[in-house]
């Protein structure tokens, strides 16, 4: 019972805990947003004559509660940052960065400089640094906000999987449909079939539908949150600017501007007049030509309302009812961004719907002729549907392969900087041997130890990152190498081991480094010219593109086999030169390690070779 009642506090302690941490999140996003009201509200207490505490007094009341508000949060991030770090390591890490970030930015000087100015009536200097205090503040929420972009990223890629999914199964079995069609099958079996594909397609339109409307919505308020800084930065310097001229100029320039104004849409007004008379007069004479084009139409049944489809669907115009619904190509998204693209694969969808309906009219007719035409006609709008969608992935893909190679760039530039550091105080520390028995190059040695063991810590987080991506075999080979070595190195460094094979292997990590470097570096090139136009290596479809290509994977497989015979040589030569004994515990143990890496080499040359990577 003891133990059960344990295990039920563990789980009762775990629960609490994590809906803990949920708050802490979700006041960390309410304190940004109420700091950024703050800032935003601030602008408007300039000059208001209020009962009680003078605008100023209240002003600088706010901007002290502001600046105290901001203190608090930085706590806050370093406190869940702390608690995140065993549970969400990446979520943790991003916090620590909002807080360097912070501080980098020197945040909090700036709000109380902001007070000392207003508390000396600089109202001026205290709109502009309020102005880059609210920029800030949005740098700070975007960098906070970026772990959540992945995961929408990630979660919009599955929807759109699953969408594709669908449509794959509706072209399936409208195939089958149609060449039952033709062979002759039960009209009024294949007319329920078809119905319930229509009913199922008009159930996939929908649903693309909303996914679609929530992409817009998505990007119109991240257009929206883009927007506000820079006109918000113009409003205060414009309010600054005003509060430092002269009343009197103020009046006469405004008193100029209405003069020019009401000049100015005077003469609009005998402008619009004229130009309103000749477009009456031309759309009167447009409204006739085409009334005089649509009467010979009007006659003739199977063309239905006039539709004005695209010019590339002109010689599919539906028939009856599906004429009059795709009325409205005009209004149809042309942009190339994924809202885009669904909404026109909702368009799709609906126009095969209605094509379904229709060929189920035909077959209730016993036209199973023309109840073909139109089956065909509906999986040609259903294949475009599919193209669409194809699309999309592509271009999520195309959107997380450039997130990922900036994360990784900016990790191994780390690591690289570090890596650099640590081999220079290495080799100052191996050129005085005398003192390597002292206890203050052993303390040098041990906290160079915990630096190299940062770098391993890094090698592991990047390793991650490239593994869940899956498409980049050597690159992850490499990093991994990169972890080994550096865990090896930084064993050494604990036992004040400075000799030339920790400084060689030392430099095998700061050349692995550059080379991935390089090759991302590559990669980001070619993303980018291929964004332009300027490229056609595009994938072929969706989803296929990989982290690097081929050719920069082969030519790191080649540079991971250059490091194998380097290093080798160089144990063969510490043997020969009597340094080393083979029968050393540390040399076997380097060896066997050394094999494995060159097992691990053949493999991932192997994957690349038989596409395991794609």
Excluded at 29 to 48: D, K, N, P
Excluded at 264 to 273: L, V
Excluded at 309 to 329: C, F
Excluded at 452 to 461: C, P
């Amino acid at each position: 019972m003891t133990r059960v009642h344990c295990k039920a506090s563990d789980s009762r302690s775990v629960l609490a805990r994590g809906t803990e941490l949920r708050l802490w999140i979700g006041n960390i996003f309410t304190t940004f947003g109420v700091l950024l009201g703050c800032f935003l509200a601030s602008s408007s207490l300039h000059a208001e004559p209020v009962g009680g505490p003078t605008p100023e007094d209240r002003l600088i009341a706010r901007e002290e509660a502001v600046g105290q508000q901001f203190r608090e949060l930085e706590k806050s991030l370093l406190r869940l940052a702390d608690l995140l770090a065993s549970s969400d390591p990446k979520r943790s890490t991003l916090l620590r960065k909002v807080f360097e970030r912070a501080r980098d930015l020197g945040l909090e000087d700036r709000l109380d400089l902001i007070v000392t100015q207003l508390k000396d009536g600089q109202l001026l200097k205290a709109g502009v640094s309020q102005a880059l205090s609210l920029e800030e503040l949005r740098q700070l929420l975007d960098l906070l906000e970026s772990g959540d972009a992945q995961k929408r990223l990630i979660n919009t890629k599955e929807e759109v999987k699953q969408y594709l999914s669908k449509l794959n199964k509706l072209i399936s079995r409208q195939r089958e449909v149609e060449g039952e069609t033709e062979s002759g099958a039960d009209e009024k079996r294949l007319s329920d079939r078809q119905d319930s594909l229509a009913n199922d397609t008009e159930g996939l339109s929908r649903e693309i539908g909303s996914f679609a409307q929530r992409l817009e919505s998505r990007e119109g308020s991240e257009k929206a949150g883009a927007q506000p800084p820079a006109k918000a930065k113009a409003d205060e310097n414009d309010d600054a600017s005003r509060d430092d001229s002269e009343p009197k100029t103020e009046n006469s320039g405004n008193d100029k501007d209405k003069k020019s104004d009401s000049s100015g849409e005077s003469d609009k007004k005998e402008k619009s007049g004229t130009e309103k008379s000749d477009d009456t007069q031309k759309s009167s004479a447009g409204k006739n030509s085409e009334e005089a084009e649509s009467k010979p139409s009007e006659g003739d049944p199977s063309e239905g309302s006039p539709s004005s489809p695209k010019p590339s669907e002109s010689s599919e115009s539906p028939q009856g009812e599906s004429g009059a619904s795709e009325s409205a190509p005009q209004s149809e998204p042309q942009g190339d961004d994924e809202a885009s693209r669904a909404q026109r694969t909702r368009k799709r969808l609906k126009s095969a719907e209605e094509r379904m309906r229709e060929a189920r009219k035909k077959l209730d007719d016993a036209k199973r002729r023309d109840a073909g035409q139109e089956q065909q006609k509906a999986l040609e709008e259903l294949e475009t549907a599919r193209a669409e969608l194809e699309e999309i992935l592509r271009q999520l893909r195309e959107e997380e392969v450039e997130r990922l190679l900036v994360q990784l760039e900016t990790r191994l530039r780390g690591m690289l900087r570090i890596q650099k550091a640590v081999l220079a105080a290495t080799e100052k520390i191996a050129s005085d041997e005398s003192r390597l028995a002292d206890r203050e190059t052993q303390i040098e040695a041990s906290r160079i130890s915990r630096d190299q063991t940062t770098v391993a810590n890094d090698a592991e987080r990047a390793l991650a990152m490239v593994r869940d991506d899956g498409s980049a075999v050597a690159i992850a080979e490499a990093i991994e190498q990169v972890r080994d070595d550096a865990r090896q190195v930084a064993a050494r460094l604990s036992r004040t081991d400075v000799g030339a094979t920790t400084q060689g292997i030392q430099r095998d990590i700061v050349t692995g480094l550059q080379e991935m470097l390089s090759a991302l570096e590559k990669a980001q090139r070619d993303q980018q010219a291929s964004e332009k136009g300027q490229s056609g290596g595009r994938p072929a479809e969706p989803g296929e593109q990989p982290l690097v290509d081929k050719l920069s994977e082969l030519k790191m497989i080649r540079s991971l086999q250059m490091r194998v015979n380097t290093r080798t040589k160089r144990f063969s030569k510490l043997l020969a030169d009597g340094k080393e004994r083979a029968e050393e515990p540390e040399l076997l143990d380097a060896l066997d390690r050394l094999s494995q890496r060159q097992e691990k080499i053949q493999q991932a040359t192997r994957d690349i070779v038989v596409g395991r990577t794609e």
